[in-house]
């Protein structure tokens, strides 16, 4: 399995993370990943979803077990809020909601998805196929915000989308100024 460069892009992700908030700190304050988890803490979240996370999410959560205000004004969960608590279930009721309402054609059964990033205050949310199709990082994330915004074929190049979504915030914010 090819090994992601967690380093890296959480250290890219800050980066861009600490500009936004020194461009505009009353609306954007500093946030940071957690520490990673340990396999304690995985194993735990594992038992509580009823199966094993994704290899690539896995690794991501070593490295950072979540972070708060990571992107899009959304938080990106750690072990603690895998399978319980408020986020999970805003989350978890978005999706049914979407899945209820929107156009569901080519997109997985609804009980393959849970949620990895959850907006506490908007309707976004991002969630990592169980099934479906794999590079060698993972599986599928997909973004959903009222309708299917996007979707990455791992993990990884999710987070990529992720930096770049902070990229066009940043560049949002200082043309606002």
Do not use: C
Request: hydrophobic fraction near 40%; avoid cysteine; aromatic fraction near 10%.
């Amino acid at each position: 399995m090819t090994r992601t460069r967690w380093d890296v892009l959480l250290g890219e992700m800050g980066i861009v993370a600490t500009q936004i908030s020194q461009a505009a700190p009353g609306v954007y304050p500093l946030s940071a990943p957690r520490l990673g988890a340990d396999e304690e803490s995985i194993k735990k979240a594992e038992e509580r979803l009823g199966h094993p996370l994704d290899d690539g999410f896995r690794e991501l959560l070593h490295h950072a077990d979540g972070w708060p205000g990571a992107f899009l004004d959304g938080d990106v969960l750690g072990t603690r809020g895998l399978g319980m608590g408020p986020l999970w279930e805003r989350g978890n009721a978005a999706l049914d909601q979407f899945y209820e309402y929107g156009l569901v054609d080519g997109l997985p059964a609804r009980d393959q998805l849970y949620p990895i990033f959850v907006a506490p205050h908007q309707q976004d949310v991002m969630a990592l196929r169980l099934d479906g199709p794999m590079t060698e990082v993972g599986h599928e994330v997909l973004w959903f915000a009222n309708e299917l915004v996007d979707r990455w074929p791992d993990v990884s190049q999710w987070w990529f989308g992720g930096i770049e979504i902070a990229r066009q915030t940043l560049d949002y914010v200082l043309q606002s100024r």
